[in-house]
């Protein structure tokens, strides 16, 4: 392996890494060090501010992301640009009392040092970068299994998981109509839908 030289272009938000050595034609795996931030702005990776009904005086605060088009670089290093794809390999270490969510489902769930878990999910579809998604924070939620037997699932502040009832039964429906419609299966095994209070693109 080669270590690389890193350079930032804030910019053009691109990352040039240049190696001591030229590199061969093939296959290449780059491991990458980073630290991220949860940004302010309803961009990346970002803080959303919520209260629980449990304490309505006290602000808490859940992570979640917005990366369409172009923000999944504010959160991770990738390729983020609609038309480069790729699969995404998820896995969290938050808060035992938290809701982790990311666009498939959970393979493993283990408890590592102090109150934290480890959230291992499963690996994506090859996709572009802007459909990543992964949440943290504390959830109520309501679900059913539509009849192609995708598991479906709304998520909601706590203690309004029944607020979530009429959503949850419109996606039932409504997934196996575009099935029919389009002649193209939703392809995940599983779809959430979540109420964030803090987000850029109004819903």
Not at 29 to 56: L, N, V, W
Not at 90 to 111: D, G, H, I, R
Not at 128 to 144: K, P, Q, R, T
Request: hydrophobic share 40%; proline share 6%.
């Amino acid at each position: 392996g080669q270590d690389a030289t890193v350079t930032f272009a804030e910019a053009d938000e691109t990352v040039t890494l240049e190696f001591p050595l030229e590199l061969p034609v093939g296959e290449a795996a780059i491991d990458i060090a980073y630290t991220g931030i949860i940004s302010e702005q309803m961009r990346g990776f970002y803080r959303c501010k919520y209260t629980h009904p449990d304490h309505p005086d006290e602000e808490r605060y859940a992570a979640v992301t917005q990366f369409e088009a172009a923000d999944a670089r504010r959160a991770l290093p990738c390729w983020d640009e609609p038309s480069h794809k790729a699969s995404f390999d998820v896995v969290f270490v938050v808060p035992k009392s938290k809701v982790a969510l990311s666009n498939m489902n959970v393979v493993s769930t283990e408890e590592v040092e102090g109150d934290l878990k480890r959230v291992t999910f499963a690996q994506t579809p090859v996709m572009s970068s802007y459909l990543l998604a992964f949440i943290v924070g504390e959830f109520d939620h309501v679900e059913a299994t539509d009849e192609n037997g995708v598991l479906v699932r709304v998520y909601t502040p706590v203690g309004k998981a029944e607020q979530g009832r009429f959503a949850l039964d419109v996606a039932v429906k409504t997934l196996p109509f575009y099935k029919d419609y389009f002649s193209v299966a939703y392809p995940l095994p599983k779809m959430d839908l979540i109420a964030i209070p803090d987000f850029a693109a109004g819903a």
